[in-house]
Structures are given as C-alpha cells and as structure tokens.
C-alpha cells in the first residue's frame, strides 16, 4: 500500500484545513487508516483514525471537538478535518494504515506510511 498525503499549509490561528491521504496499490489489505503528527523535537503522536469498511472513526481524546476523520472509498482517500486551529498543532501531519482489524494509537502497530505534510498555524 502506498499512501500520499496531501493538504498541508499554513494557517492562521482558528481557521481550518482539510489534509487528505490517497492510498494506492493493494488497498484492500488496509483495514485502518490513521493520522499521526510530530511535532519538533517531539513524539509521533496518534491524531484520529478510521476503519476502511465501516467507517468507524476514532480521534484522540485531546482532539475531538477540533478534528476529524473520513473517507471516500470510491477515491480511496482519507481526510483529516482540522477546526479551530492553535499553533500547538504545528506539526508534520502522517497518515498510516495497518492490515489488522482495530484501532491502534501506537506508532509501530503501522506499516505502511506516507510522506508528511507540513502543519504551520500562526498565532
């Protein structure tokens, strides 16, 4: 599975932006897609994630309310929705997905990743 993601930028502080990730290749085999973030000089950090067939979405507990996740099968593209931006959320943004079913907030349950795309929010 190859994934690109997109959608990066900078922002100003409260406004919002939608990141998108394409997946491409042997599809079929990601049950989970997610969207981490890392920030400089910091961890990789689990944002959201989203079941390929059902549609079930989770998003970490310090962001929901702000951000969100869905699909498009038809596109085989995820997005993250990003709301009420703050410069804490300056962060290269990666989506990921994994071949096993359930969620998963840890970094090395994912196999595939893609490329990052760059978060800047002023203040």
């Known amino acids: 599975v190859q994934l690109q993601a997109s959608g990066g930028g900078l922002v100003q502080a409260g406004g919002s932006l939608r990141l998108s990730c394409a997946a491409s290749?042997?599809?079929?085999?990601?049950?989970?897609m997610s969207w981490f973030r890392q920030a400089p000089g910091k961890e990789r950090e689990f944002v959201g994630a989203?079941?390929?067939?059902?549609?079930?979405?989770y998003v970490a507990e310090s962001l929901k309310g702000r951000f969100n996740v869905s699909r498009e099968n038809a596109k085989n593209t995820v997005y993250l929705h990003m709301n009420s931006l703050k410069p804490e959320d300056t962060a290269n943004y990666y989506c990921?997905?994994?071949?096993?079913?359930?969620?998963?907030?840890?970094?090395?349950?994912?196999?595939?990743w893609g490329q990052g795309t760059l978060v800047t929010v002023s203040s």
């Open positions: 990921a997905a994994k071949n096993s079913y359930g969620f998963a907030t840890e970094a090395t349950r994912y196999f595939y």
């Open positions: 290749g042997r599809t079929r085999s990601a049950t989970v």
């Open positions: 989203i079941s390929w067939s059902g549609g079930r979405t």
